[in-house]
């Protein structure tokens, strides 16, 4: 078909689809001369529209009955059809309202046509919570969704309305204006147009990092509100590129796009991806910038904007016509990578920047015209061309044997150097130089680090090389800081060398062994680097992308970013994919990211859902067991947040077990696992199998020497604060105040250690009786920035000064302390949190203090629940708060309720609490008292 003929086509398949279908056929014979090509056009519109029509046929029936609110009455679930609004290929749009007194709200309708079989509706009832997941400003969110009784699916979605027509003296609502429409009738200038763009591109980019494609971008799909915010219609039919989700790969079905404004591939019915949906933003920007549809020729080329002569056109120039192209260039993989990449280049063209896109070369266009036109091309100017490629080609191939020439002798020589290495390293241990003796893994590995550093000294790339294997061996075998160091001179190294790709792998390495090591804000630094290097580099290895991506979420969960966390898990998932085909440990180590950034992101279910689902399949796909090991350590931490403690416990104990297998039992590794597991024996109610895992881990460290680490602090921490729970505070406080050393030791502003440890040393000297000595710890402001640490550090601030005032006598002090906790507590964590029993337990003690009985008790009995459902019935923090509840009982002479409490945290009391502690002090001083009571009650009876 030639080029006019195929215009022609696509014009008459777009008017027909806006005609009545029983007045196609004489709308045709009145517009079209050409018989075939009107029978090509109906046969188009026939396929478009192949689907039983169901429930839209009815209502059109009863329009034509002449009924002048065609769909009035007609209920859909709890919804009233009102009037309909908008008709197109993929089905029709009804105003609508709800009846069951829910809410009173407009909705706008959109039954479905060409869903007639039930595995298609099944598909679309999926989809609709595709769309439900979809949260963004400028996505129509989906309200509902249903099948009517004749099996029509419809799904309910906001109605976006517009301002009502000038002069109208009705007050029914009126549909939003299309982007085209509202960019002519507002006149808008060229920069603004731009902007809203913009603001569509962000949007379809959001959609695309959650694996949904819209399908059918055009300017009927995206309404502009009266404030001028853009909004996107039509996500509903879209779908889920994720395989294991919809059980096949994304084709195109039913023709479910508009021609003028799908790609080449989607209109060829071949598989679509996200490049489809740039290339209708492509065609969409055409418009906005032309006014005119667009006309694409039969490869999918625009003409050039700048070119349009339309009393709309708004102006364009060469560069906004490069970014057309580039965005609706006929070959996906020549298009923008992303939305949000298409919608930058459109920044820095309103900023006066350069653009990224760039023209096809002149070879790629004079390739391309040979191959359409390969038989027309006169074969003088065939050879003329095939010689200048050829000539072009030896130059090429001659410049990469020189290099690959130039890559050999390196190799060699980083291989001699290596095996030289290698040999004096054997010989070193070799029986002769030490004996009997066994050399142990960690020997080997230092002696290869100094043999590296003496023997290549003068060798920098074989030196690079073998420093960063040697460091990735001791992050393997749990010893973080040897590995940092080992990395962290490859790097160095590296960077004299000048090979970006290398540079980016060591900074790749140095994040993970820095993120093991908790050095979160100097992990993000290193990867961050590594990730602009591979950006900028179109052929990097995509394992290395998403092992970069991976490391990068990690450290981002853990310093509270988590939106930047969970979109690049999604990214990484996605470059492990392309890399090893949707299998292997790369792709179970980025579920592992998203898995952990949900989970921070308090969303346990999604989280144990990914953690259980990437284990299953590292489990089938028979992966490493250090692969299925890590996502069951990850699926643990997660367990325990869910209150499956016994689970997690067991789990952790099958992974300790595991791990000691092959590796000491000092390494990181063992040593991360027994505080995972202390802290769930804590939360049981264990607390000295918990102290007694911790001293372990202080030993473990203390033994290798490593007594200035992050490690070494986190296990002082640890311990510490489990002394002080059980109300151990001469043991607690030196670990505390050692542990609050090395944080400030380690002048990284990014860290909420800080913060935290100054919290936990001046409760113990504040409850060991040293106030003036816990003051000036706890009273310093804490920065919100954002992350979960500073956010608990700052409750933990307000709770110790409203018990430091109580404790000096000072209530009034406490009590305003004590609302600002409450404040705090409800905005940052919600009314039901554990952390909110810490608070109730201190409105309790105010109320207690100030002679409020009634309210102390009631206080206390909140946050006995809370901690009853968020530690456990026996945990220490729920023992505490049931005997300082007896206390408040007694006081009010309760004696009966008071004994039942002191008799159910008895035997907790004995085992859990060191003797001189203030909970045991204060139980055996009240059960004394219920003794006395009880016997006096007896006498008193008989």
Known sequence: MNPARWRRLQELFEALLEQDPAGRTAWLATHEPDPALRAEAL???????????????????????????PASGMRLGPYVLIREIGSGGMGTVFLAERVDAEYDRKVAIKLIRGIPTSEATQRLRRERQILANLSHPNIAPLLDGGTSEAGQPYLVMEFIEGPAPAGSASDAPTRAPTISEYCSAHALPLRKRLQLLQQVCRAVHYAHQRLVIHRDLKPANVLVRSDGTPVLLDFGIAKLLDSEASGQQTQTGVPWFTPAYASPEQRGGRSISTASDIYALGTLMYQLLTDVVPRPDPDGRLPMASAAKSPGAVGSDRELDIIVAKASHPEPDRRYASAEALANDIERYLRGRPIQAAPDSAAYRIGKFVFRHRWAVAAGLAMLVMAVVMFARLAIENDRARRAEARAHAESATAGSVVEYLVSLFDAASPDKIGKRLISPIELVDAGVREARQKLADQPQPRARLLFALGEIYSKLGKGEQAISAVEEAVATERGLGDPAQLARYLAGLGTVLNASERHGAAITALREARGLLDGDFQADPGLRSEVLTSLSLAQSRTGQIAAAIADAEESARWATVADGGRGERLGEANNALSEAHWRNGDLAIAQQIAERNIRRLVAEGSSGNAVLLAETYLAAILVDQGQRDQAESLLRQVIAERLKTLDASSDWLITLRNQLATVLRAQGKPLETTELLRQNLSAMQQRGETD???????????????????????????????????????????ARPDIYRQSLGRVLMLSGKRAEALPLIEPEIVDDGSDDRRIARLRRLIHLAEWNRLGGQIETAEDFVRQAETNVVAVFGPGHVRASGVARERALVERDRGDLAAAEASMQRALQLAETGFGPESNPVVEVRVELADIQLRRNEHASAAKNLQASQS???????????????????????????????????
């Open 709 to 751: 680490t992050p490690s070494y602090m986190i296990a002082l921490n640890n311990l510490g604060s489990m002394q002080d729970q059980i109300g151990d505070y001469a043991a607690a406080e030196p670990n505390l105040r050692e542990a609050l050393r090395l944080a400030l030791a380690e002048h990284d502003p990014t860290s």
């Open 908 to 942: 907790s009391v004995r085992s859990k609490f060191m003797p001189g502690s203030p909970t045991a002090v204060l139980f055996d001083r009240l059960e004394e008292r219920v003794g006395i009571s009880t016997t006096t009650a007896t006498r008193g009876q008989g």
């Open 43 to 69: 046969a188009l519109v026939g396929k478009h529209e192949s689907a039983e029509p169901g429930l839209t046929q009815r209502l059109q029936e009863v329009a034509e009955a002449g009924v002048q609110q």
